[in-house]
C-alpha cells in the first residue's frame, strides 16, 4: 500500500506565507524523490521542485518559485516540506506531492509514478 498525505493547504495574502507537508509510506522503505508540483484552474500539472531524501542530488526548481520557495525535510519521520514565502496570485493553485525512486536522477520533465490528492492554495 502506498500512500502519501498532504497538510497545510489553505489562503494566504498577497506577499504572505504558507508551508505544505507531504508524508508518505514509501519513504519508510527507501530513499525517494519528493516531488512538488501544482496545478492552476484551467492549467496543466507543472512541477515546482523536487528533493531526494538520500541526499547527493541538489534540491530544483522552477523558475517561477526560485527564491520564494523552500522543498526541504521535515523533522517528522518519512515528511517534506514546502516553504513558500512572497506569495504571488499566480501560486494559488491545487498543489500536489508526489514520490518516485528515479526522478531526481533525470532531468526535466519526469512524471513521479506516486501521487496524492492535491490540497488547495488560495491567494487573496
Known amino acids: 500500500h502506498v500512500q502519501l498525505v498532504e497538510s497545510g493547504g489553505g489562503s494566504v495574502q498577497v506577499g504572505g506565507s504558507l ?6 509510506t ?4 527507501a530513499s ?3 516531488a512538488w508540483f501544482r ?3 484551467g492549467g496543466e500539472r507543472e512541477e515546482v521542485g523536487r528533493l531526494y531524501t538520500g541526499g547527493g ?4 526548481y522552477a523558475d ?4 520564494r520557495f523552500t522543498i526541504s525535510p521535515d523533522t517528522t ?13 499566480d501560486d494559488a493553485a491545487v498543489y500536489y506531492c508526489a514520490a518516485d525512486f528515479f526522478c531526481c536522477g533525470l ?17 487573496s
Open 32 to 34: 525517494i524523490c519528493m
Open 19 to 24: 508551508r505544505l507537508s507531504c508524508t508518505t
Open 107 to 123: 532531468g526535466w520533465p519526469c512524471t513521479p509514478s506516486f501521487w496524492g490528492q492535491g490540497t488547495q492554495v488560495t491567494v
Open 57 to 60: 542530488y541538489p534540491v530544483t
Open 39 to 41: 496545478q492552476h484552474p
Open 26 to 29: 514509501i519513504g519508510a522503505f
Open 64 to 67: 517561477s518559485v526560485k527564491g
Open 77 to 89: 519521520p518519512h515528511t517534506v516540506n514546502l516553504q513558500m514565502n512572497s506569495m504571488i496570485a
